[in-house]
Antibody, heavy 120, light 107 residues
Framework: EVQLVQSGAEVKKPGESLKISCKAS????????IGWVRQMPGKGLEWMGI????????RYSPSFQGQVTLSADKSISTAYLQWSSLKASDTAVYYC?????????????WGQGTLVTVSS | DIQLTQSPSFLSASVGDRVTITCRAS??????LAWYQQKPGKAPKLLIY???TLQSGVPSRFSGSGSGTEFTLTISSLQPEDFATYYC?????????FGQGTKVENK
């Protein structure tokens, strides 16, 4: 069974750093792109970026380029989303997603979400 | 960036109704469109990809159609568990984008 299990909720102060994780199981981690999607409170979905764990190829949405860093450790089948300096506007639920292998296809599996709260 | 505009943004319907949601793209995206369902406090769930391919395990009352710039999601007979918010997403070109969502409420 494919599963994406994310790390728990975080409460941070502005300016702090953070790295959240997404552990994959039930499939070959290096054969599928893993992405991240943001959902701010009461708002819609925003695609942040995607990484290919098999080769570390990475794509970022321009809205998030330079604001976050995506990485993956294939030895433990885990993807990461990282901030070096959080802002209050980073408060949101973050989902990791697996992309269907076919070109142009969608996100077939989603993690349960990680709530990040940034407040002074 | 490719913009996706869903209509309507809110929809009131009853169990058994036929429901149609439209997603329009600001430029052609071939058939690289997906539909998701999200219930409060839960992660979105994939319903349809490649505009019309039903994801495994999704009930056949859900269907998708369209290509180019106009797409539709149809629920042939609304069930109680279908009250949720629905999003379209284009994966034709970076950055991938989502529509603003359509909330389907119980009339």
């Amino acid at each position: 069974e494919v599963q994406l299990v994310q790390s728990g909720a975080e409460v941070k102060k502005p300016g702090e750093s953070l790295k959240i994780s997404c552990k994959a199981s039930g499939y070959s981690f290096t054969n599928y792109w893993i992405g991240w999607v943001r959902q701010m409170p009461g708002k819609g979905l925003e695609w942040m970026g995607i990484i290919y764990p098999g080769g570390s190829d990475t794509r970022y949405s321009p809205s998030f380029q330079g604001q976050v860093t995506l990485s993956a450790d294939k030895s433990i089948s885990t993807a990461y989303l990282q901030w070096s300096s959080l802002k209050a506007s980073d408060t949101a639920v973050y989902y990791c997603v697996r992309k269907i292998a076919a070109a142009g296809a969608a996100f077939d599996y989603w993690g349960q979400g990680t709530l990040v709260t940034v407040s002074s | 960036d490719i913009q996706l505009t869903q209509s309507p943004s809110f929809l009131s319907a009853s169990v058994g109704d036929r429901v149609t949601i439209t997603c329009r793209a600001s430029q052609g995206i071939s058939s690289y469109l997906a539909w998701y369902q999200q219930k409060p406090g839960k992660a979105p769930k994939l319903l349809i990809y490649a505009a019309s391919t039903l994801q495994s395990g999704v009930p056949s009352r859900f269907s998708g159609s369209g290509s180019g710039t106009e797409f539709t999601l149809t629920i042939s007979s609304l069930q109680p568990e279908d009250f949720a918010t629905y999003y379209c997403q284009q994966l034709n070109s970076y950055p991938w984008t989502f529509g603003q969502g359509t909330k389907v409420e119980n009339k």
